[in-house]
């Protein structure tokens, strides 16, 4: 290649480089918000028999060590596979604690607390047998009898009270049931029903003790909140928080009523707002709010939730939902799920941020360095910014370039210039600081995919292959760079995740 055609080349990169580049400013000295970190203290789960399996055990441990994990959420504590529920020939009830102990014992000995899904329903309790077409085969039917029902509540309350004490148990967090308005609930019409199960279960639960959390109604696609809060200050029906669901591929005809396109880096935080409005504007404007299930999809899609798509698409679900939500539950934190069945090969698209036979995914890596963020927010121009700052005074940056998923219905979304490589030049004001470190998750950093791809995308890697695609997985030290003249630039692939830190 003739020299005068390479300067061509490299001229051209920069100046595409220079047509992407962004100039943020940061003041170290700016007032602050708090900034809780309010997306990595809950996780979901596969069903809560999973929470006996060694590999769900090991997850857990892995999450909690790189994130700030206090809750887990799963389905089917009362599922018959738990045997907690029978009744003898004359029809009295018969509990059976052991498996219950067990899983929230699990828990609690790694420093995890349970948010407790209150189903579904064991099959001697069941109005009827009404199995939701999840593998495990749920029965999702109203109970039978609701006096038993209240009994059956009041006992597992007692019984939880007895073996962990009320000072540990009044701050788990009780939850009735699970999407009762989309097809999780046998009963109909779906709410008016669903207000009868909630009203039994929480009246049963604070007839126990008042300071057990209860709360609702645990809707997917944002429904019901508004509803909820008034049924409830109406009946004086006691809750305690509300709780609902939304997933990046919601449809905004679902969730909002209207034909709009919403992109999937926009959705959550659209419906949490909606959300956090509707609470602001009932009887109740101080209710806390749990989104108890997120994710960038809620299908199985490996250009998404196995990709490095979720880093970006965190970061920014992050920075936009900041302030008006309590507690985020991403779901799941691991592949040790079985929903649509036994899982079938390594990268599925799994929700889990870990996958089968222990290896960390991109989001993993994502969720690692964000947890490093600062409990102080520092507001800047930007949309792909998040700056704070630690109690010490050191600056964590995080800074990523999003890009669509790769998916005909993402790009058809997107603006194209959002799959292109960009600049950000970081502008540090009020600090001495002359060097930062640097954490990446990309392409290059903290993904497994293409360790996996090289070696054929085995469906049962042996164990050396999982032995290197581990070693893949895993995130390369932190760069060190000089910051000159008070200026940081960093260059970002699509797709790409930068955690900055700043002394």
């Given at each position: 290649m003739?020299?005068?055609?390479?300067?061509?080349?490299?001229?051209?990169?920069?100046?595409?480089?220079?047509?992407?580049?962004?100039?943020?400013?940061?003041?170290?000295?700016a007032?602050a918000?708090?900034?809780?970190h309010?997306?990595?203290?809950?996780?979901?789960s596969?069903?809560?028999?999973?929470?006996?399996?060694?590999?769900?055990r090991?997850?857990?441990?892995?999450?909690?060590q790189?994130?700030?994990?206090?809750?887990?959420?799963?389905?089917?504590?009362?599922?018959?596979?738990?045997?907690v529920?029978?009744?003898?020939?004359?029809?009295?009830?018969?509990?059976?604690?052991?498996?219950?102990?067990?899983i929230?014992?699990?828990?609690?000995?790694?420093g995890?607390?349970?948010?407790?899904?209150?189903?579904?329903?064991?099959?001697?309790?069941?109005a009827?047998?009404?199995?939701?077409?999840?593998?495990?085969?749920?029965n999702i039917?109203?109970?039978?009898?609701?006096?038993k029902?209240?009994?059956?509540?009041?006992?597992?309350?007692?019984?939880?009270?007895?073996?962990?004490?009320?000072?540990?148990?009044s701050?788990?967090?009780?939850?009735?049931?699970?999407?009762?308005?989309?097809?999780?609930?046998?009963g109909?019409?779906?709410?008016k029903?669903y207000?009868?199960?909630?009203?039994?279960?929480?009246?049963?639960?604070?007839?126990?003790?008042?300071?057990l959390?209860?709360?609702?109604?645990?809707?997917?696609?944002?429904?019901?909140?508004?509803?909820?809060?008034?049924?409830?200050?109406?009946?004086?029906?006691?809750?305690?928080?509300?709780?609902t669901?939304?997933?990046?591929?919601?449809?905004?005809?679902?969730?909002f009523?209207?034909?709009?396109?919403?992109p999937?880096?926009?959705?959550?935080c659209?419906?949490?707002?909606?959300?956090?409005?509707?609470?602001?504007?009932?009887?109740?404007?101080?209710?806390?709010?749990?989104?108890?299930?997120?994710?960038a999809?809620?299908?199985?899609?490996?250009?998404?939730?196995?990709?490095?798509?979720?880093?970006?698409?965190?970061?920014?679900?992050?920075?936009?939902?900041?302030?008006?939500?309590?507690?985020?539950?991403?779901?799941?934190?691991?592949?040790v799920?079985?929903?649509q069945?036994?899982?079938?090969?390594?990268?599925?698209?799994?929700?889990?941020?870990?996958?089968?036979?222990?290896?960390?995914?991109?989001?993993?890596?994502?969720?690692?360095?964000l947890?490093?963020?600062?409990?102080?927010?520092?507001?800047?121009?930007?949309?792909?910014?998040?700056?704070?700052?630690?109690?010490?005074?050191?600056?964590?940056?995080?800074?990523?370039?999003?890009?669509?998923?790769?998916?005909?219905q993402d790009?058809?979304?997107?603006?194209?210039?959002?799959?292109?490589?960009?600049?950000?030049?970081?502008?540090?004001?009020?600090?001495?600081?002359?060097?930062?470190?640097?954490?990446?998750?990309?392409?290059?950093?903290?993904?497994?995919?293409?360790a996996?791809?090289?070696?054929?995308?085995?469906?049962?890697?042996?164990?050396?292959?999982?032995?290197?695609?581990?070693?893949?997985?895993?995130?390369?030290?932190?760069?060190?760079?000089?910051?000159?003249?008070?200026?940081?630039?960093?260059?970002?692939?699509?797709?790409?995740?930068?955690?900055i830190?700043?002394?």
């Open positions: 003739k020299l005068t055609t390479l300067v061509l080349i490299l001229l051209a990169g920069l100046a595409v480089a220079s047509a992407h580049a962004q100039d943020i400013t940061i003041d170290a000295a007032p918000h708090p900034f809780p309010f997306w990595e203290q809950m996780f979901g596969g069903r809560a028999n999973l929470a006996l399996r060694d590999a769900y090991q997850d857990l441990v892995e999450v909690k790189a994130t700030d994990l206090k809750y887990v959420r799963f389905h089917a504590i009362f599922h018959d596979e738990n045997g529920y029978d009744e003898d020939a004359q029809g009295n009830a018969i509990y059976n604690w052991s498996y219950v102990d067990q929230y014992d699990g828990l609690l000995t790694r995890v607390k349970p948010f407790i899904e209150l189903g579904f329903m064991p099959k001697k309790l069941a009827t047998d009404f199995p939701h077409a999840f593998w495990y085969r749920p039917s109203p109970p039978k009898d609701y006096a029902w209240d009994a059956f509540m009041a006992a597992f309350a007692r019984h939880l009270i007895e073996r962990y004490g009320i000072e540990e148990v701050s788990w967090y009780f939850e009735v049931w699970n999407e009762p308005n989309i097809g999780f609930w046998g109909n019409p779906f709410q029903t207000w009868e199960l909630y009203d039994h279960t929480a009246l049963a639960l604070k007839a126990v003790d008042k300071r959390r209860v709360g609702g109604p645990s809707t997917a696609q944002a429904a019901w909140v508004g509803e909820f809060i008034k049924h409830c200050r109406d009946n004086k029906i006691p809750f305690d928080f509300a709780s669901h939304v997933y990046g591929n919601d449809t905004a005809d679902n969730v009523g209207t034909n709009e396109a919403i999937r880096d926009k959705m959550v659209r419906a949490v707002k909606k959300v956090h409005e509707e609470i602001k504007a009932s009887g109740a404007p101080n209710t806390p709010l749990i989104w108890s299930e997120f994710n999809a809620y299908d199985n899609t490996p250009q998404v939730t196995d990709s490095t798509y979720m880093g970006a698409w965190m970061a920014g679900t992050i920075s936009q939902c900041d302030g008006l939500v309590d507690m985020m539950s991403y779901w799941s934190f691991s592949d799920f079985e929903e069945g036994i899982v079938k090969k390594p990268l599925y698209g799994g929700f889990g941020l870990i996958a089968a036979g222990d290896l960390p995914k991109p989001a993993y890596n994502a969720f690692k360095l947890h490093q963020l600062g409990d102080q927010r520092i507001a800047v121009k930007s949309d792909q910014v998040l700056a704070t700052r630690k109690t010490d005074g050191t600056l964590v940056v995080a800074v990523w370039n999003y890009a669509p998923s790769g998916l005909q790009a058809d979304k997107a603006d194209k210039a959002k799959s292109a490589p960009i600049t950000v030049r970081l502008k540090f004001a009020n600090t001495k600081a002359q060097s930062a470190q640097i954490a990446r998750v990309d392409g290059e950093h903290g993904d497994l995919r293409g996996y791809a090289k070696m054929g995308s085995p469906v049962y890697p042996t164990m050396a292959q999982l032995k290197t695609l581990r070693e893949a997985a895993q995130l390369p030290a932190p760069e060190n760079v000089a910051i000159k003249d008070g200026t940081l630039s960093v260059a970002l692939p699509p797709q790409g995740l930068a955690l830190e700043v002394k």
